[in-house]
């Protein structure tokens, strides 16, 4: 049961980052109707980001973990946002219009783009931080003597996790730039007839995409303590995976799926063979999309006429 | 289609112009992970080799021509080295240096061998690179099977009756390394409680851990390079394990203690004694520390391999590489290492593994050795 408890934790955090990824897929998905395959890079760009104004602030003599912490994420997550609403510009908007193969391409080009110019700037090598929150809770010791912890930094992946998931639902439900979204999402150009600001819309859907990916990115930093320049590629594909497990274009399908994917990894290794653990994952995926074509909590996709 | 003919002609002018200028060189290559998460010890491979170079043309170069470099980058990476392999043998050098991972030197090597060029690796320890029957292939480090052996008896010794876990990445390096340790283990008496895999690349060894938790575990085998050695480290610490955890020749980069931070300390791993303590190294550690280049783990590795590639190339008076390789079988070479001399397969005779230890100010020693 210990060990039980253990593995969750374990689950739940990696699932929390993956999430967090995965809602910048989807909530571009669900407008835009194009898979954004730099998502992946632009999180590994949030992740440089906060390791460099870590280091610049730390530099500068600053020392209370808290307000550095809280610098370092804002300044993350608006440089990122800044990358997020520059690529959307320069490499999408131009083919908006296209055939519907064209963004994606210009999508997986922008990746390559953000992975070269982040080893050309920030060098090959493997950027490792020291370990910035330390310390824990024992949580349970067991009778075999196995302890269950729970680190600070765990609780932190969770915590931001959790607030920012409820920030963004409320911002996509309730504000006039959600209304605006959800408007956009079903149908573009009626959205503009009304008065919607189509640009601007999809414009604010990347910026926010890349703000809650430069999160995942200083999550990861803290969690992990290191960044590279290919981290991108990797976690891209799990976090695309959770958002389709998650049913593509559904904010709490992405958290879902994030968090599917997570435990269905810790688990697999927990029980069964480490070896097989992404083997695992995706099986798992494709057993539900058989069986669930739009994913966990996907709507089924209505053809407009 | 006239103005593209002239301009490819005009490509190649050029391209023949700055080949030309080199003419008179003999350009040797030194090979290795200049990026990615093993590129640490490639700016070892490439230190060793610049230093090499520039010290053997000081002394006036190797048959009275000036040697220059060429680098070449696998990023550890199989298919990334093959390619290298053959675009470096392309070019028509006779000696490369390298690579770094067992997995980028043993494809590479057929390549070589097809094209007539000698490889001498500096750190490939998988037994399967000399055991080809390769006619091109050399190294000037030990094997893992005598590396795995050490650990083992290291093991035996200082942790009888403790739990043991082996680990190991899928690579040739780390798979083999993990299996020659537990044969090892496994004949010295000693059974582990967990044999297991993980990807190489993984950042979360969460799950794992707590299966090491669960076990008991006292120490910890990994075979595996530094950057997944240090995340499972520290992710056991996290966890709150005091699990000590011991590895290959691939932990001795100080990125390891970057990764770790104090965690590092305590933990163990195998490679030969401490080249630069060596009396035949000083003078060489000492210009590299003028330069502000700390020469540890296979730097002084790659420089020898050079040096053993040079002196042999001035007895032989000639590059051929077939010729040059039976030289080498034949001599005994004084190196930066010591005297090196080589058995038909191209393993050096003199091979001794020690036992090092992190401490926790980043650095590493010899166990009931000097520190660095």
Redesign the interface.
């Known amino acids: 049961m210990d ?1 039980f408890a ?2 969750l934790i ?2 739940l ?2 699932g929390s980052i993956y999430g967090l990824i995965a809602i910048g897929y989807t909530m571009v998905y669900g407008i835009v109707g194009m898979i954004n395959f730099a998502h992946g890079d632009v999180f590994m760009i949030g992740g440089f980001i906060a390791l460099i104004s870590f280091l610049v602030l730390v530099s500068v003599g600053l020392t209370a973990v808290p307000v550095i912490l809280l610098i370092v994420l804002l300044v993350s997550m608006a440089i990122t946002a800044l990358y997020g609403w520059t690529i959307e510009r320069i490499a999408y908007r131009p083919l908006r219009h296209s055939f519907r193969l064209a963004p994606m391409l210009s999508a997986i080009g922008m990746s390559f783009v953000l992975t070269n110019f982040s ?1 050309v700037s920030q060098g ?3 950027k ?1 931080v ?2 910035i929150i330390t310390g ?1 809770y ?1 949580l349970h010791e067991g009778d ?4 269950v ?1 729970l ?1 600070n ?1 765990q609780i932190v992946v969770v915590i931001t996790t959790i607030v920012l998931l409820g920030l963004f639902t409320w911002l996509v439900s309730r504000t006039r730039l959600g209304r605006d979204m959800r408007a956009c999402e079903q149908d573009q150009t009626m959205a503009a007839l009304l008065g919607v600001d189509v640009d601007r819309t999809i414009s604010m859907t990347f910026v926010i995409g890349a703000a809650l990916a430069a999160v995942a990115g200083m999550m ?1 930093l803290l969690y ?3 960044v ?1 320049f ?2 991108g590629f ?1 976690a891209g594909i799990k976090a695309f995976t959770a958002a389709v497990l998650g049913g593509i274009g559904s904010l709490p399908g992405a958290m879902l799926g994030g968090l599917a994917i997570g435990l269905i ?3 697999w ?2 029980y069964f ?3 097989y ?2 083997v695992a994952a995706f099986s798992i995926l494709i057993v539900v999309l058989i069986f669930m074509p739009t994913g966990l909590l996907g709507r089924p996709e209505v053809e407009k006429v | 289609m006239k103005p593209l003919k002239l301009i490819g002609l005009a490509l190649g002018a050029t391209l023949a112009l700055s080949t030309a200028a080199f003419a008179d060189d003999i350009t040797i290559a030194v090979a290795g992970p200049m990026t990615g998460s093993e590129s640490a010890f490639g700016r070892q491979m490439q230190n060793g080799a610049e230093m090499a170079i520039a010290d053997l043309n000081a002394a006036g170069g190797v048959l009275g021509k000036k040697l220059a470099l060429q680098v070449g980058d696998d990023a550890c990476d199989p298919k990334q080295a093959r390619s290298v392999a053959e675009k470096l043998a392309g070019s028509g050098i006779p000696f490369v240096a390298g690579h770094f991972c067992s997995s980028s030197s043993i494809p590479a090597s057929e390549a070589y061998a097809d094209s007539n060029v000698l490889q001498i690796t500096p750190a490939s320890t998988n037994p399967l690179f000399t055991e080809r029957k390769l006619w091109n292939v050399a190294r000037v480090c030990g094997r893992d099977d005598q590396q795995g052996l050490v650990a083992a008896n290291y093991i035996a010794k200082n942790f009888k009756g403790k739990n043991i876990a082996i680990l190991n990445d899928k690579t040739t390096y780390g798979k083999g390394l993990a299996d020659e340790t537990k044969k090892a283990l496994n004949k010295a008496g000693v059974t582990e409680k967990m044999f297991e895999s993980y990807n190489k690349g993984d950042k979360d060894f969460n799950a794992i851990v707590s299966r090491l938790k669960r076990e008991n575990i006292d120490l910890v085998y990994v075979g595996g390079y530094h950057q997944e050695a240090g995340l499972i480290l520290r992710q056991m610490r996290d966890q709150g394990l005091k699990t000590i955890l011991m590895a290959g020749d691939a932990m001795n980069d100080k990125e390891f203690a970057s990764i770790t931070g104090p965690a590092a300390e305590g933990t163990l791993f195998t490679f030969g004694p401490e080249p630069r303590n060596k009396p035949t190294a000083k003078a060489i550690v000492d210009k590299f520390k003028a330069k502000n280049i700390d020469p540890e783990g296979y730097t002084l590795y790659t420089y020898a391999a050079i040096q053993v590639w040079s002196q042999a190339v001035k007895k032989a008076n000639t590059t051929d590489a077939k010729k040059v390789m039976d030289t080498i079988k034949a001599g005994e070479w004084d190196t930066v290492l010591g005297k090196l001399g080589f058995d038909a397969k191209g393993d050096i005779k003199q091979i001794d593994y020690v036992v090092y230890k992190w401490d926790a100010k980043g650095g590493y020693a010899e166990l009931g050795g000097k520190g660095s």
């Not at chain 1, 075999?144 to 302890?147: D, H, I, L, T, W």
């Open positions: 060990y253990q593995q374990n689950g955090v990696l080893q090959a090598r493997v490792p020291p370990p824990g024992t075999s003597g196995f302890v912890q680190s930094v990861y992990y303590g290191l590279d290919f981290m990797v990894e810790t688990f290794s927990a063979s480490v070896e653990k992404d």
